[in-house]
């Protein structure tokens, strides 16, 4: 059933499954890579994380048809020690990539307590988040990192050096939803520019630059990001993304973000090589299962209960996402305009079955990001 109004509308998580992995087959994705990707993009958008959601298929489809992702990666683990491992990931969906590492790791981490895993020759892999939610989602503690191409300044600079390299941790937390950190070592994602911008709508102040490197907020001016802390403090954000850096792309031997192709250029057929890391952890190597969570759960509580001020609510890292979570799960993903516009052309450019679109009589903004 299609919406014929131009306005907010709303899709169950299922059929947005369907029509994402449907999609990525049509195209000449494997089973494996369908799954890996609609997987990410959907947990990305049930969590808020609009950025690195149901936005992406199309120009994850467009770099299928272009062959800079292989549809088809045989994907390799190479065990260098106990706790350690190269994955090539044959320039296939960074989003397989991402799980088949975790997997892996988590692995690993039952043997020896700890398990880390380089990836090499990938590609954009949506929310970083995703991976360590994975490894959470196992009873594991994890980290994940990637590098990506120039779009923030460094601190005092005029042009962009890193990428917005993000950085995710989480944890598993007994009876609750995991605890779950993913930002990007920017001032905002990218992504939040072109999502912004699709929309006609402004950015928050201070967080991106023009040409000249004077901050604007309107996307069509913005040739740069700031590094997190901005003006002042952007050498914090600009450290924390070399961090990234020397994990994601000199440990698995890849360019550094700087001399990577760009995810959104011209060049659709050339391989990026995209480097990730990931890091897990036992906790059962460090201290019995009750005692960790009995004091993570202390933690949590003494977070969550300090005064907050004007009537707000102080919440720790990840409540966001698992409120917007439950909301979504009830009533549905939101499609913004510009998104039910590139979704129904994919149904009829792709012969599949459209989604079942439903209006939004109130609509607000649940995105976290």
Known sequence: MMNPRHEACRVAVEDLERFIRQALLTRGADEASANAVTRALVTASRMGIDSHGLRLLPHYLKVLDGGRVN???????????????????????????????????????????????????????????????????????????CNSDPFVLLHGSQSAFHGTNPIAFAAPVEGEAPYLLDMATSSIPWNRVQQYGAID?????????????????????????????????????????????????????????????????SDLATPRGV?????VMNPEAFIDRAGFQRCLHDYLEDLRSRP????????????????????????????????????????????????????????????VR
């Open 71 to 145: 549809s088809q990666p045989t994907m390799r683990l190479s065990r260098r020690l106990p706790a350690t491992g190269y994955l090539d990931a044959d320039d296939g969906f960074g989003h397989l990539a991402g799980y088949t590492a975790v997997d892996h790791a988590v692995k690993m981490a039952r043997e020896v307590g700890v398990g880390a895993v380089a990836v090499g020759n990938s590609s954009h892999f949506g929310a970083a988040g995703c991976y360590a939610l994975a490894a959470a989602e196992q009873g594991m503690i994890g980290l994940t990192v």
């Open 201 to 265: 709508r402004e950015l928050p102040p201070d967080v991106a630059a023009d040409e000249q490197g004077v901050m604007t907020s309107y996307p069509n001016e913005v040739s740069a990001l700031l590094p997190l802390g901005g003006a002042t403090f952007g050498f914090k954000g600009a450290g924390l993304a070399g961090v990234v850096e020397v994990l994601s792309s000199t440990l698995s031997g890849m360019l550094n973000g700087f001399r990577l192709l760009p995810m959104g250029g």
């Open 308 to 367: 907050a001020i004007n009537g707000q609510e102080v919440l720790a890292p990840g409540d966001r996402e698992w409120r917007c979570q439950a909301r979504r799960d009830l009533e549905g993903i939101p499609l913004d305009v510009a998104n039910q516009s590139d979704y129904r052309r994919l149904a009829e450019v792709l012969g599949i079955e459209a989604l079942d679109e439903h209006s939004s009589a109130e609509p607000r903004s649940d995105a």
């Open 275 to 279: 480097g990730h890391f990931f890091l």
